[in-house]
């Protein structure tokens, strides 16, 4: 009976118009226009689809109706898939139609990957198997295999600035001829042998580097005892005198990230002060998908901590984390996989529950407890869940990311924490953007030799990786 209804009400829309019944044959391929085929949508499942002109102008549906089932997410991923669009449920009844978003998937659809790939292994020896095919296909997914010579010039740095328990001095490294990466070097005031080093890349919120919360987190690493050094996203930032803005959302972004966090290190462990041992890396969002393939990548780094980034059924919403076909290695991966390449070293999840790392502690943290199982060491890897907090790196995930790095590099708890045992952020000083460049506060001291604009980056890094 339902079947029936359904397929009256089919009839009825053939006739809804004249104008309609004239193009619906199969000559025109049953084609409507698809305003008109979400307009029919809403009528015949009661909801609201909502979208601006933009998204639907030109746009047509062959076989249009003929798309339709009584299940209406099955006929809105029937209509919408081949125009490469989609939706997304805001709450019952109600629609927002949005570009297909290859990096999103559903919470099912990541878990079922997931298990998936879990079934490809079952002991240490075949997951070091796997991890040792995908490692190499990693660098060659992103066009650094190998990697382009490194230039011979110095780092650039300005002067220290003395702060209470910690110094800043802010550094530009070449890593292709004429392309530098720019960031701060957080260290604490007074260094007796050698000490740990926490790269502290950063996402794509507002300001970046020079953001307050992301100052504090620097100051106080170097404060307990650690070097931190935070840096730019590609044409972000300082990187901006070079690039436009729209250029972060080129595919190449991920590469020359991942190429200037590699650089950073190699300065880093050059220095005499640097504990090899104890070197780690944490970033939030954006920079948190950058932790995750560093520490993957990266055989230097022992420790990571990826902040509200982590999740089975996301790859990453900006080029600079999806890119480059790095996900589409070994027959296809995750960011849950990628991560569990840095077993045994400890690991640290943060996730939250407003963003796509709200089901991480159900499906994501016992697969990498699996993984870490191996090694006999399932406890090296946690997870500080946050089902109240949202997307950020606020007090809450600066304190898991703490507590982490005073237990696992053994740094000094008392250097920020005040008599009551709370960690003290007070002490942080909150720098102008200005105090954080390297170039000056209009770039006037921008080297003569630095490339601009993206056709220009194209072609001295196609040339570097020629070589």
Known sequence: ????????????????????????????????????????????????????DDQVKDRWVNYALWRFRPDIDETLSNVLLPLDMKVNKEKEGVYKLKDY???????????????????????????????????????QAQRLSPLPPKP?????????????GYTVENIAIEILPGLYINGSIYK?????????????????WAQQRYRKDAQ???????????????????????????????????SLAQTIQTLGGIRILDYMMSLKETDKGRVGISGGSGGGSHT????????????????????????????????????LCAGGTNNVEIAAMAAPNPQLVVSDGKDWT?????????????????????????????????????????????????DQFKLNAAA????????????????????????????ERLPSNAIKGFENLEKVFNKSISK
């Open 416 to 443: 920020v924490k005040d008599k009551s045992g709370q960690y003290d952020e007070s002490k942080c000083t909150i720098e102008k953007e200005s105090a954080m460049y390297v170039f000056g506060e209009k770039g």
């Open 101 to 139: 978003e290859y990096y999103r998937w559903q919470v099912q659809e990541g878990q079922n990957t997931l298990d998936h790939l879990s079934s490809l292994y079952h002991d240490k020896i075949s997951w070091e198997q796997r991890k040792a095919l995908l490692k190499p296909l990693l660098y």
């Open 358 to 406: 709200v089901s991480v502690p159900d499906h994501d943290m016992p697969f990498l407890k699996k993984i870490y199982g191996y090694y006999g060491k399932p406890d090296l890897v946690q997870n500080v869940h946050l089902p109240q907090e949202g997307h950020d790196f606020g007090p809450s995930k600066r304190k898991a990311l703490y507590d982490f790095l005073i």
């Open 152 to 164: 011979s010039s110095k780092p650039i740095l300005t002067p220290k600035r003395v702060m209470d």
């Open 1 to 52: 009976m339902r079947r029936y209804t359904f397929f009256l009400a089919i009839g009825f829309s053939l006739f809804l118009s004249a104008a309609m019944a004239q193009i619906q044959n199969s000559d025109s391929l049953y084609r409507l226009p698809l305003k008109k085929v979400i307009e029919e949508i809403e009528s015949r499942f009661k909801v609201k689809i909502k979208y601006n």
């Open 188 to 204: 604490p005031l007074k260094i007796k042998g050698k000490i740990p080093v926490v790269l502290s890349p950063d996402g794509h």
């Open 292 to 327: 995750v393939l560093m520490a993957a990548m990266d055989d230097r780094i022992k420790l990571s901590v990826p902040v509200v980034s982590l999740s089975s059924s996301f790859y990453g919403g900006c080029p600079c984390e999806s890119g480059m076909p790095i996900h």
């Open 216 to 250: 504090i987190r620097c100051a106080m690493i170097a404060r307990m005892g650690a070097m931190a050094v935070s840096y730019d996203l590609f044409a972000w930032g300082e990187s901006l005198l070079q690039f436009k803005s729209e250029d972060h959302r080129r």
